[in-house]
């Protein structure tokens, strides 16, 4: 499976992105995907994750009650939908797909296949 993630981009503080990641090569409907950004000097962190059928969504401390992350399976593509961008969400964002369970959706372990990322800067 390889996924392409998009839709980075320069946006002010306040504004929104949303970023999808495609899959070719597979099928990601039996996958958890998830996204995780590093930013410069920083290690990698957990934004968001779902599960296969998009039932249970799971989000990082720092960006709970501003990003969205959906899937449509039919599509092979998952979306994260990210509102009210502050500087600290600057960095490169990547998805990735893996048969997380709960005990690791939020972290490395879950996944096997990772995008190339996309680059979110946010000025402010």
């Known amino acids: 499976v390889q996924l392409q993630a998009s839709g980075g981009g320069l946006v002010q503080t306040g504004g929104s992105l949303r970023l999808s990641c495609v899959a070719s090569?597979?099928?990601?409907?039996?996958?958890?995907m998830g996204w995780f950004r590093e930013a410069p000097g920083k290690e990698r962190e957990f934004v968001s994750a779902?599960?296969?059928?998009?039932?249970?969504?799971y989000y990082g401390e720092s960006v709970k009650g501003r990003f969205a992350i959906s899937r449509d399976n039919a599509r092979n593509t998952v979306y994260l939908q990210m509102n009210s961008l502050k500087p600290e969400d600057t960095g490169v964002y990547y998805c990735?797909?893996?048969?997380?369970?709960?005990?690791?959706?939020?972290?490395?372990?879950?996944?096997?296949?990772w995008g190339q990322g996309t680059q979110v800067t946010v000025s402010s």
């Open positions: 990735a797909a893996g048969r997380a369970i709960v005990s690791t959706i939020a972290t490395d372990r879950g996944y096997i296949y």
């Open positions: 090569g597979g099928t990601l409907s039996g996958y958890s």
């Open positions: 779902i599960k296969p059928n998009g039932g249970s969504k």
